[in-house]
């Protein structure tokens, strides 16, 4: 499995921003795919996971806010994030579950090159 996100930039605070995440291998709907993020100094924590194509779990600090789903027909999966605050900035990874807690990084094992997002109060 192969993944590459895309999408990242600057945007101001309050604004909107959709990372994608293409998936090789086979099809995203066929995994439990998980979203992360780093920011500097600080450790990788979970974002939103998506599962059989459409079921779906967010972190606290996220939900309502950012929504992930995926498009079968061109085997991405897709981070709306909505309502940008300076503290969403981070580095971006989206990774495939392996087992375990899926809010947990240890659980994934494979993971994209990260994009990175930056919002500016």
């Known amino acids: 499995v192969q993944l590459r996100e895309s999408g990242g930039g600057s945007m101001q605070a309050g604004g909107a921003l959709r990372i994608s995440c293409a998936v090789s291998?086979?099809?995203?709907?066929?995994?439990?795919m998980g979203w992360f993020r780093q920011a500097p100094g600080e450790d990788r924590e979970f974002v939103a996971s998506i599962w059989n194509g459409r079921s779906t779990f967010y972190a606290d600090s996220v939900k309502g806010r950012f929504t992930v789903s995926g498009d079968d027909a061109k085997n991405v999966v897709y981070l709306q994030m909505n309502s940008l605050k300076p503290e969403d900035t981070a580095v971006y990874y989206c990774a495939v579950h392996y087992s375990g807690d899926i809010w947990s990084r240890l659980s994934y094992d494979y993971w994209g090159q990260g994009t990175q997002v930056t919002v500016s109060s």
């Open positions: 291998g086979g099809p995203f709907s066929s995994y439990k």
